[in-house]
């Protein structure tokens, strides 16, 4: 039996309408895991039914994490959330923290995970942490844009064996002040932390970069998705 891994939809505003990235569907599945998306709930029990029915829980990319879920205000025009995911992801973040059941966040997930735990954002990194590196890269987005340095003593060190990684790139918000309880496993050389983890968790990493685009042609990024697998047992 594959572990079920609960996905979280991407959402089209235009469209009204849910929608899915094969890569991260294909990266689980590939990885050992069997892969479910949610519905759009705010219903806590719905959730709460469906959260108990998974081994494991992927935050993915997709829209800005709302201002107000980290206790500031919206830059105005330069911020698109949708509250709905936000309270939605909030519900199946702490169940899966309470219950102890593994979760990988990626992109947008790095950036709502640390939110929701009490950490803050950069709104817009062009406006507020200016630099070189290119944070938002062109495609094709399953090649790298910038390099980070791996934490030796970090979980990420021991899953991908190197103090350096080439990664992909394509964000404007980024982790700012980290949460209470997460700690770094990758900072890029602009400073910024590009992956995190909870101590005394059986795993609860995420990841700024995108391992759904690159992982049919690096290593590292199925390391990843199979680090998350095997944590589930």
Same mark, same amino acid.
């Given at each position: ?23 991260? &569907? ?7 895991? &069997? ?20 081994? *494991?829980? &992927?935050?993915?990319?997709? !829209? ?18 949708? *509250? ?5 992801? +909030?519900?199946? &973040? ?14 947008? *997930?790095? !950036?709502?995970?640390n939110a929701v735990l009490g950490g803050s954002l ?12 290119? !944070? ?12 980070? +340095? ?21 964000? !404007? ?18 400073g910024l932390v590009e992956a995190l983890y909870m101590? *005394? ?33």
């Amino acid at each position: 039996m594959k572990p079920i891994i609960g996905v979280m939809p991407l959402w089209d505003k235009k469209k009204d309408s849910l929608w899915m990235l094969p890569g991260y &569907l294909d990266g689980l599945n590939e990885a050992g895991g &069997l892969p479910v998306i949610f519905p759009f709930s705010a219903d806590e029990r719905e959730l709460d039914q469906l959260c108990g029915m998974c081994d *494991g829980f &992927l935050f993915t990319g997709g !829209h800005d994490v709302s201002p107000g879920v980290y206790g500031e205000d919206p830059i105005e025009g330069l911020i698109d959330d949708c *509250g709905k995911r936000d309270s939605m992801e +909030t519900v199946v &973040l702490k169940y899966a923290i309470d219950s102890d059941k593994p979760v990988l966040g990626i992109c947008r *997930g790095i !950036h709502f995970i640390n939110a929701v735990l009490g950490g803050s954002l950069y709104q817009d990194l062009p406006t507020q942490h200016p630099s070189d590196i290119s !944070h938002r890269q062109k495609p094709p987005y399953d090649e790298p844009s910038h390099d980070v +340095t791996v934490a030796a003593d970090s979980p990420l060190y021991r899953c991908l064996e190197t103090d350096r990684i080439s990664v992909n790139s394509c964000h !404007h918000q980024a982790v700012k002040q980290l949460a209470p309880g997460l700690e770094p496993m990758a900072v890029s050389t602009d400073g910024l932390v590009e992956a995190l983890y909870m101590p *005394g968790k059986r795993f609860l990493w995420a990841v700024q970069w995108h391992p759904e685009f690159s992982f049919r042609k690096d290593e590292n990024s199925r390391k990843i998705f199979r680090a998350f697998i095997d944590a589930i047992g």
